[in-house]
């Protein structure tokens, strides 16, 4: 039994030696990094502009490397996939964790409804530009980090069509947790298709609701949102 195990942790050693996350600086992204860092050689993060990636070295046997993504800009996205393809790395296991919610009706630079952008069509983008990365690292995942909100929500119109609108919709007609919901629900609708596509070259998708066990501050553009958060942190568990 202990021989198999061995095998098994230098199979894991030999076949994810990369792993990308986009992400806001969290908790999460964290604790996702600590439990990482002894199975892989090069842990890239990409993070947005104005943020601080100041990772903690949990070991040494992983190099870590931030890099700059801005999932409000399709340009951005663009620039990051071009730069990571430049470093010649494989590319293991994609996580898609950045999400925004609960914040004021904006636009992204591509005119689009910046929650709808941020928490689904980014990644939406990011995983088009790395797909032939993770083909040629097969075997390979991605990881869509989605939410339970997506029951609460759907896409269809009064015909019981998908409306394409309600994804992007004016100021008049927006609902911040209503925009995350849809987003969320995006996520899901993705990641199935997704595997279902990609999974006869080696490359798995899934979905996955993070739970309430870490706080992260994703709910600080609206002072409900936050205050129901903080009630209920007494009550869930924490890493």
């Known amino acids: 039994m202990g021989s198999t195990v061995k095998e098994s942790v230098e199979l894991r050693e030999q076949r994810a030696r990369d792993a990308l996350s986009p992400f806001m600086l969290n908790a999460i992204v964290l604790t996702y990094a600590k439990l990482c860092f002894n199975f892989f050689s090069h842990l890239s993060f990409s993070s947005p502009p ?4 100041c990772l903690p070295t949990y070991g040494h046997k992983a190099r870590v490397e931030a890099m700059i993504c801005d999932l409000a800009s399709f ?21 898609c964790n950045a999400a925004v919610c609960s ?18 069509l980014g990644h939406f983008l990011l995983v088009q530009c790395l797909q032939d990365v993770l083909r040629r690292s097969a075997p390979a995942r991605v990881l869509v980090v989605s939410s339970e909100s997506h029951r609460f929500t759907d896409l269809l119109d009064s015909c019981g069509k998908v409306d394409l609108a309600l994804l ?7 609902w911040s947790m209503l925009a995350y919901n849809r987003a969320k ?15 006869p070259h080696g490359v798995t998708s899934n979905a996955l609701h993070p739970g309430n066990m870490m706080y992260t501050s994703i709910h600080k553009s609206w ?4 205050f129901l958060f903080t009630l209920a942190r007494p009550f869930t568990k924490s890493m």
């Open 50 to 53: 104005l943020s601080s990636p």
């Open 75 to 95: 340009r951005s996205i663009r620039e990051f996939a071009e730069s990571f393809k430049a470093k010649k790395l494989p590319l293991h296991i994609l996580v």
């Open 103 to 120: 914040q004021p009706w904006s636009l992204t630079e591509d005119g689009l409804e910046s929650t709808f952008q941020i928490c689904h």
């Open 168 to 174: 992007s919709p004016p100021k008049k007609e927006y």
């Open 185 to 199: 629900l995006c996520n899901i609708l993705f990641s199935n298709e997704l595997h279902r596509r990609l999974s």
């Open 223 to 226: 002072w409900l949102m936050t």
